[in-house]
């Protein structure tokens, strides 16, 4: 019998954030949160105006959300421990350190907007928690990093399994919260909801 090995795996981290959360957060709470920074922040406003951005992302302008809320500040918390179990799950030597949370940001894609492919650069993991998540929005899609480099790569059969696939779609909850590695190719297709699509996303380092 032929040994088949799996090797070079490319790990997604899925779960409940609440699920590791001293304080819990409430999500309805969080989204009315996002909403009011979202009106608030006319630089924000501004740059996602002036970059063609759809909806709005404080990703340029506010860059201490855990500061000004302690909504936010429950949420990194929260994500530190997920992030420390996926680090585990990776089997990283961190050499005693832990990483760090160097950037939240919120993004608010409207019905029509879209997030094009990108990686998180100089970042080791990066994630995502979904605060709302209205009927036939956008999965979040993910590339198999070696796409580049499959120059004649047959397509993958119809219901191949996941870890096979070249392309993976997730569809995650309200209150989940998503970790990968921060080169990890992935974008947000077209919200086709009337309604707003509301996550928190961020970027942790070593310390
Ligand atoms: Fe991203």
Avoid at 26 to 52: H, I, P, S
Avoid at 117 to 124: A, L, T
Avoid at 127 to 153: I, Q
Avoid at 172 to 201: F, K, Q, T, Y
Wanted: charged share 25%; glycine share 6%.
């Amino acid at each position: 019998m032929a040994e088949i090995s799996t090797l070079f795996v490319t790990r997604l981290y899925r779960a409940a954030l609440n699920d590791l959360a001293k304080v819990p957060v409430d999500y309805d709470e969080l989204k009315r949160t996002c909403e009011t920074f979202a009106e608030d922040d006319e630089a924000g406003q501004q740059w996602c105006e002036d970059n063609g951005y759809p909806g709005y992302t404080s990703y340029a302008s506010l860059s201490d959300l855990a500061w000004r809320s302690p909504l936010f500040a429950d949420l990194t918390k929260a994500l530190d421990k997920h992030v420390a179990a996926f680090c585990k799950a990776l089997e990283f030597d961190l050499q005693g350190k832990k990483l760090k949370c160097d950037s939240l940001w919120i993004n608010i894609l409207p019905e029509g907007g879209t997030h094009a492919s990108h990686i998180h650069p100089h970042s080791v993991i990066s994630g995502t928690t979904y605060v709302s998540m209205p009927e036939g929005t956008s999965a979040l899609k993910l590339e198999d990093p070696r796409l580049p480099m499959m120059m004649n790569a047959p397509l993958r059969k119809k219901g191949a399994d996941q870890a096979v696939r070249p392309f993976v779609y997730v569809k995650p909850l309200v209150g989940d919260v998503l970790l990968w590695e921060s080169w990890l190719r992935h974008e947000v297709p077209m919200n086709m909801a009337e309604e707003e699509r509301i996550s928190v996303s961020f970027n942790y380092n070593w310390g």
